[in-house]
Every structure is written in structure tokens, then in C-alpha cells.
């Protein structure tokens, strides 16, 4: 790779796992022609929309180059800003219009009609028409006086919006005729929320204090108040079915749910998302409510209980901590299990999100067999899981020597399961590994006397066969020990201390990263280091084996993705991203490399496009600077007036094949096996495929009476059939006509050329190749020199080692049908020795080279590398 612009030459980012919601509020919107509600919540540089009914995504936005401040939604469009910028969205998906004249970050959208109505940080407030991205108007606010923090427009209102502030109060105006109508000197308290009420006239109005105010702005009247205890109010939304309830988010996640004809508290909904409520509204006509938060979470809740509180109906949710471990989970390359700084396990699916499924922290009652193994930062007990019952499992591991003093500073570092899934070893910072069954949980030993390490325990790994267990340590030590004696069976010592190890069974490759950010491969079989990488600037944080083995990916902290080939000892692709990758996987399949990031929510999903195109890789050299590459999902929207051109690439030279390679070579042609593999059975074929009886022709019905074709109907005379009958005198004129190879073959005895009859005979079904062949000898209307003729073209064949197959074919074919003729004639004979000859030759030739393969093929599989 000689240019930067590539980026990787083997992953291509795919999409995004695991990304739902984060702090800005969700918009809903109902469909007309489609009659079903619409979900939209924003995700990073993009949003996503879902459906309300089954919560399922219908599309992802093009991102932008910048997060999303904000997000609102008319009929027709989807409006998001970034940055100074408001963009309109068409189909949820492209952008058509972009509103440029703020100087400071866009902080509240207000669709309005045909126009929209922006907020920034500056207390700059603009109305646009959205056709033609033109200022309306423009009001610029004190921002001590009235910094505006809510916007709405009153229904029924027409050309008017009310405003919130900072300060408490509130402003009516008419934008049309730019003019303030009235001021509401507010509660004592700055506005957060301001939602419109059922009722006409009347709005809600979140304060920072925590009251909620249900006022009539025509008549500047207050019709109830409510206190809530969680702090500030985040989101308000009327229930529409009938109910007249209202619901109040919080910053702690709860939800309080209000009964306004009572004017009480009617329940409270506790703990509806980790963090603070961004978003809720009740669906119209409908006793479903739809809340989000910055947790990740998208929750549908239902109020059919009597209680008249909601329970969950769906939901759709990632972590709301980055990620620190992924790992594809079974052979089909379908889930990711991720452990995440939130403390939740995790499964995400690659296929379709309704398999999504958290194992949660709940405990399950007792399974005979978990099958996932965890550690657990800061804690020495070592937890199982049931993917399964979607559950932590009963048994939770702990060694018993350090029960007597619980206060030491000691934990579980490194865990791994046997191939049979039996038993698990657990690596702990105090230098011990212990084994545990995985069915019950007891401890079954420990490595060394008292310790396998001097220093913590940095990687454990058990061979396919349960035969060997290799531990490593802080002490810069690798340790091969007898999985079931517990005997030390080999030492290794390193040069530095290793960081992460990770062993690809199926190869017995060991691949150990160090302190010093170098790699080294060893071969467990003969405990020897086979390769060594060096070429990162930072930490590395994990590594991945490809599943046939060949490729080594490692992701460090200088922001790198970096595969290494083994067989070549080479590094042949790498490529840089904005954040740095915390954990990689790959896909038992080998289609989908994941990985998940410093900061980052989501698990990316990168395709292995050496599977599905020709990929050329090379060697990288040593000072190759990586170019950066964005995170799937995440690429910069390309402005409009910008064309792309792509420079021809010296990299990848169509190649065309001639028809040989080599004239010693023995080539094969390209016809299918039908056309030649059969010929000399095909007349134990026709044999067997002839009808056992003739076909009967049906009686005619006797009401039909035969017809002349023509444009006029006439019946047929019986008598004007007599004399048509086919005579059964064969015409040997037309048996003594020369066929079109019959006459190439006489013509190439005088110019010895055979490409014309070869190329005839390649174009001829089997059927038709028999034929020929039968009418090459005296009593088929050939003669013995065409005979002669046509073991030369088998010569020239053998001689041009070209359509080596065929050559055979015909061969045998020929002989099977003329044995006779060319026993009695010394001529053919003649000729035939010389083919028998040419084609002895050519086989000790080809089963030289064939011993020679094999041997090499069997030397390469058993010799040490």
C-alpha cells in the first residue's frame, strides 16, 4: 500500500452494535399514509428511527462531522444540529437543506409550519423559511435579563411561541408581526420544560426547583401545582387515552405520575433509566409511554395494570458505560458477548437486534452447567454465567486460602474455560491459578507449591486437548504445566514483562504482548518463539487471531489496528481511528472483525473484504504511516458540490490467463466434465436410457376429421396420403458425405496442423464425437489415412501438452471402437507406438512432480517452523 488514502486494505467498516440514545430527547411522529408512529432518537453523528409498534429499526441517518445538539421533527422532515449549523433530513436518511447564520452552538429546534425556529448558546433566536433557507426573522435576547432555556408554540396559537428563561419568566410572542405580546413573570425558579396540555389554553411548565405549574396562558391563570422531590424536571407528557394523568421525568431516572382531576400523586415508576430522563411522551390515544435517557436506553411502557402504573412492554438497550471485553460467542459468528463498565454482561446480535438480550446482574436459580466465566475489577471472586437463561449463574469462585484475611488487596486478573467446558482456570494478582468445576463449582487445585508466579498473573490458557495449561506472570516467566498432575513441564523466560496472552487452539499459536508494546508468537508443541512483531506505540490492549490462524489483529493505545500474517512474518495491513480500541474480536467465521473504544458506547463492526474481492496484500514497510479511518456508521457527510475522483490504483493489475502458462506445462482445458468424462460408457449410457417400449401413438377421436393447413379449412382426402409413404431404400449418397472434421483431419496431413479438428471436436457434444469417431474407419466410410491422421492429432496433443483430459478421452474412445483395425494395419500400429510413447513420457513426468508435492506438502505439515 503505497498511498494513504486507502486506509485498511482488509477491514471496511461495517455498522454499529449497541447504539440507542444518549442525553437529547426523542421525537415521535406519526405517519399518515403509513398510520403507525415513528421513534426518533439521536446517536452520536447520526439518529436512528424505530418503529413505536414492534421498536425496530426502519433507518439510520447519514451521519454528520459533528454529534447532534438537537433534534426535532415536523410532517415532512427531521431537523439536527450541529455545531453553529441546522440541517433538514428527507426519508430520515439524506440532508436537503442546511441553514447556516449562527455564530455560537444551536441549542434548542422548534419546527413551526413552513418555517423553523433555532436557539443557540448566544440567546440568538432565528426563524427560517425551510424551502429556501432564508432568515425570517431574528431576535437577539440579554442573555442576564432573559436567557432563553424552553420553546413551544400553544396550540391554536397561530404565529405564536412561548418562551422560557433562565431568570423564571416567560414571553408570548407573535413572530409574524415580530412583536412581544405579553410577559409572565413566572415562579421564582428557571424553566426547563414546556409542554402543551390536552386542554386548550393550557401548558405545563418543569421548573428547576422541581414544581410542575398547569397554567392557562389566556388568562395568565395557575390551575394546579405539583412538588416533586428528585430535582429539576427533565420531561413532562399527558396521557391522550382518556386517563387524565400526567408524567414528570427526573435527573435520577424516576418517573412521578400525576392524577389531575384528583390533583395527587397517583404512583411513582422508580429507577426507569440510570440517568435522567431525557425524553417521554405518551403516544396519542394510546396508554403507551416512550422514555429515553443517556444510559442508552430506549423503554416502551404500558399502563394496563390497575394499579394505574406502567410495566415494560419492549425496550432497546445498549450499555450505558463503554465497553472493556467483547468476545463472539459460538461457532455461527451471530453474537457478541460485552462486559461494560456499567457492570452488565451483555449480548449483542449481529443479525437483527431482537436477539439482543442482558444477562443483567440477577441471579438465577441453580443451572447444572453455566457456560461463561467472568472477572470482575477490584474483586477476587471469579462469577459464572448462563447465556441461556440470560442470568448470572449460582457459583461464584473463590479460592478458600485467603478467607482468614478478606482485607488484603488481591484479585482475580485472568479467567479462561477448557474446550469441553468442564472446568475453568482462574489467574489471580497474588500469583496463584486455581481450577474450578463448572458444574459445581468446586475448587479441584492449584499450580506450584504454593504459587505458579511471583508476580500477578497476566494470562492463562488451556490447550484443545486438555492436556497442557500455559500461565505467565509479571515475572516475565511462561510456565507449560500438566493440566491434570499439575506438573511443571516447561519454562520460558522473556526479555520484558508480558501484558495480554491469547492462544489460538486449533494452531497451538501462543501469542504473548509485552510491557515494551512488542509481540511474540510461540509454538506450544515445541515451546519455541516463532515469530516476533514490533511496530506499536503504545499499550496494547488486545489481540485477535483470525480463525484459520494466519492473521495475528492487535489494537494498542497509539490508536492502531494492526494485522500481522504469520506465515510471511509480515505486517500487511494497518490502519489508525479517532479513539483507541479497548477490545477486539473476531467472528468464528472469519466475515466480521468487532471492536469496542475508549469512551464509546458502541461495539463497531468491521467486514473482511478479503472474502468477498480480490485483495492485494503486501508487505508494509517499516516507516509506513497509517491514514485514519472513521468508526462505521460515523463518516463525514461529503459536502454537495464536492466529486469525488478515483485515481487508478498501480496495486491491483488485472490479470488476464493465457490459455498455458508454460509449454512444459500440462494444462487442462476448460470444458466441463459432461463433454468428454463419459465418452467411452456412452454406449453403455444409451443402452440404459432407451424406453423399454416404442412410444404409442393416441387414437384418434372419431368425431375429428382431419384437416388441410391453410388460411381456408379444408378436410383432408384419406385417399391423398397413399403415395406419400417414406420409402425404406436408404440413399448411400448421403452416407458417403465427408463431415466437416473428416476433411480438417485430411487436410492436416499436409499441413500438420491439428489446432482446426481439436478445436472442432472441442465444440461437439459426446453424442456427436462418437459419431466422428465411428466414421473414421473403412466400414463407416473413412479411410485408414485419417485413421492414421487422427493418432497424429493425438500426438500433436500430447506433444503440445494442451487439453491433457480430452486427449485422454479421445484416446480411449478411439481405441475402444477401433482395436481391430489398427492391430491388422502396420501403419496404424506405427502410429499408435509412437502416442503410447509421447504419453508414457508425459505421465513419469507428472508423477515425478506429483511425489514431489506431496512430499513437500507432507514436510511442511510436520516440520518445525
Given amino acids: 500500500m503505497s498511498s494513504n488514502k486507502k486506509g485498511s486494505g482488509i477491514f471496511l467498516g461495517f455498522r454499529a452494535l449497541g447504539l440507542y440514545s444518549n442525553h437529547l430527547a426523542h421525537v415521535v411522529r406519526y405517519h399518515k399514509r403509513h398510520r403507525e408512529f415513528y421513534l426518533l432518537t439521536a446517536a452520536g453523528k447520526s439518529f436512528h428511527t424505530y418503529n413505536v409498534k414492534k ?67 448566544d440567546n440568538v433566536l432565528i426563524i427560517w423559511d425551510v424551502q429556501s433557507e432564508e432568515e425570517y426573522l431574528q431576535l437577539n435576547f440579554d442573555k442576564t435579563v432573559f436567557g432563553i432555556s424552553a420553546i ?109 382531576e384528583e390533583k395527587k400523586l397517583a404512583g411513582q415508576m422508580r429507577d426507569v433509566h440510570s440517568t435522567a430522563i431525557a425524553g417521554m411522551t405518551f403516544v396519542h390515544g394510546e396508554p403507551l409511554l416512550i422514555t429515553n435517557g443517556a444510559d442508552n436506553a430506549i423503554r416502551v411502557w404500558i399502563f394496563d395494570t390497575p394499579g394505574g402504573g406502567g410495566r415494560l412492554l419492549r425496550c432497546r438497550m445498549g450499555h450505558s458505560a463503554p465497553p472493556n471485553k467483547i468476545k463472539y460467542h459460538g461457532q455461527n459468528g451471530q453474537q457478541i458477548l460485552s462486559a461494560g463498565q456499567d457492570g452488565t454482561l451483555q449480548s449483542f446480535s449481529t443479525v437483527h437486534e431482537r436477539f439482543n438480550k442482558s444477562l443483567g446482574h440477577e441471579t438465577a436459580r441453580q443451572s447444572d452447567w453455566d457456560g461463561i466465566i467472568a472477572c470482575h475489577r477490584g474483586y477476587l471472586i471469579a462469577t459464572t454465567w448462563n447465556y441461556h437463561r440470560s442470568s448470572m449463574g449460582v457459583h461464584k469462585l473463590e479460592p478458600k486460602r485467603f478467607h482468614k484475611d478478606r482485607a488484603i488487596n488481591v484479585t482475580a486478573t485472568v479467567v479462561d474455560i477448557t474446550s469441553c467446558g468442564n472446568f475453568a482456570v482462574v489467574g489471580i494478582s497474588s500469583g496463584h491459578v486455581d481450577v474450578y468445576n463448572m458444574q459445581s463449582g468446586l475448587h479441584r487445585g492449584h499450580y506450584g507449591k504454593e504459587k505458579a508466579h511471583e508476580g500477578p498473573i497476566r494470562g492463562v490458557a488451556v490447550d484443545g486437548l486438555n492436556q497442557l495449561i500455559i500461565t505467565t506472570g509479571g515475572d516475565g516467566i511462561i510456565k507449560f504445566w500438566k493440566f491434570k498432575t499439575k506438573e511443571l513441564v516447561h519454562t520460558i523466560e522473556l526479555n520484558t514483562s508480558p501484558a495480554i496472552m491469547l492462544l489460538h487452539r486449533e494452531s497451538s499459536m501462543l501469542a504473548i504482548a509485552s510491557d515494551d508494546f512488542s509481540i511474540c ?10 515469530r516476533k512483531f514490533s511496530g506499536h506505540r503504545g499499550q496494547i490492549n488486545d489481540m485477535a487471531f483470525s480463525p484459520d490462524g494466519r492473521w495475528l489483529v492487535t489494537a494498542s493505545m497509539d490508536c492502531t489496528l494492526r494485522t500481522w500474517d504469520l506465515p510471511s512474518g509480515c505486517l500487511i495491513d494497518c490502519f489508525l481511528l479517532d479513539s483507541a480500541a479497548v477490545s477486539i474480536t473476531m467472528s468464528p467465521m472469519g466475515d466480521f472483525l468487532a471492536s469496542s ?103 384418434s377421436a372419431p368425431f375429428f376429421i382431419p384437416t388441410v393447413p391453410g388460411l381456408v379449412p379444408q378436410f383432408a382426402v384419406p385417399g391423398e396420403q397413399a403415395n406419400t409413404e417414406q420409402s425404406k431404400v436408404l440413399n448411400l449418397g448421403v452416407l458417403a458425405q465427408k463431415s466437416n472434421f473428416y476433411m480438417q483431419l ?71 471402437l477401433h482395436l481391430k483395425v489398427i492391430v491388422e494395419d502396420p501403419t496404424l500400429l506405427e502410429e499408435t507406438s509412437k502416442v503410447s510413447t509421447q504419453l508414457e513420457e508425459t505421465w513419469a513426468h507428472m508423477q515425478t512432480l506429483f511425489n514431489q508435492s506431496m512430499c513437500l506438502l507432507g514436510y511442511m505439515k510436520s516440520a518445525l517452523l
Fill in 55 to 121: 421498536l425496530g429499526i426502519v433507518a439510520v441517518s447519514n451521519a454528520l462531522p459533528e454529534d447532534i445538539t438537537c433534534l426535532a421533527a415536523d410532517r415532512m422532515l427531521v431537523f439536527a444540529s450541529h455545531g453553529n449549523l441546522v440541517k433538514a433530513f428527507a426519508r430520515s436518511k439524506e440532508v436537503v437543506h442546511t441553514y447556516k447564520g449562527h455564530s455560537a452552538e444551536v441549542c434548542l429546534l422548534l419546527p413551526f409550519g413552513d418555517h423553523v425556529i433555532s436557539v443557540d448558546r
Fill in 152 to 260: 413551544m408554540h400553544p396550540s391554536t396559537y397561530l404565529n405564536k411561541v412561548l418562551l422560557g428563561s433562565q431568570q423564571g419568566r416567560l414571553q408570548l410572542w407573535n413572530v409574524k408581526s415580530n412583536k412581544l405580546l405579553y410577559t409572565f413573570p413566572g415562579w421564582g425558579s428557571g424553566v426547563t420544560v414546556l409542554q402543551q396540555a390536552p386542554a386548550v389554553d393550557v401548558i405545563a411548565i418543569g421548573l428547576v426547583s422541581g414544581q410542575i405549574v398547569i397554567h392557562n396562558i389566556k388568562f395568565d391563570e395557575t390551575l394546579m401545582k405539583f412538588q416533586q422531590d428528585w430535582g429539576p424536571v427533565t420531561a413532562i407528557s399527558f396521557r391522550t387515552d382518556g386517563h387524565p394523568v400526567m408524567a414528570a421525568g427526573s435527573p435520577v431516572g424516576h418517573i412521578g405520575l400525576w392524577d389531575l
Fill in 521 to 530: 508468537v510461540l509454538d506450544i508443541e515445541t515451546r519455541k518463539i516463532v
Fill in 597 to 699: 473504544h475508549v469512551d464509546d458506547l458502541g461495539i463497531y463492526l468491521w467486514s473482511n473484504s478479503t472474502l468477498y474481492s480480490l485483495v492485494s496484500l503486501h508487505p508494509l514497510p517499516a516507516d509506513y504511516e497509517p491514514s485514519v479511518v472513521t468508526l462505521p456508521g460515523t463518516c463525514p457527510a461529503l459536502d454537495v458540490g464536492a466529486t469525488e475522483v478515483e485515481e487508478p490504483s498501480d496495486e491491483m493489475i488485472e490479470y488476464d490467463s493465457p490459455e498455458q502458462l508454460g509449454e512444459q506445462l500440462v494444462t487442462l482445458s476448460l470444458l466441463p466434465e459432461s463433454r468428454w468424462k463419459n465418452l467411452i460408457n456412452l454406449d453403455v449410457i444409451k443402452k440404459r436410457n432407451k424406453p423399454k417400449e416404442p412410444p404409442k401413438v393416441p387414437k
Fill in 746 to 816: 485430411e487436410d492436416a496431413l499436409l499441413h500438420e496442423d491439428y489446432n482446426s479438428p481439436v478445436k472442432l471436436l472441442k465444440e461437439m457434444g459426446p453424442s456427436s464425437i462418437d459419431t466422428e469417431l465411428r466414421g473414421l474407419a473403412p466400414e463407416g466410410g473413412g479411410s485408414l489415412e485419417v485413421m492414421s491422421s487422427f493418432l497424429r492429432m493425438i500426438g500433436s496433443m500430447m506433444h503440445t501438452r494442451r487439453d491433457f483430459e480430452l486427449a485422454q478421452a479421445y484416446l480411449a474412445l478411439f481405441l475402444k
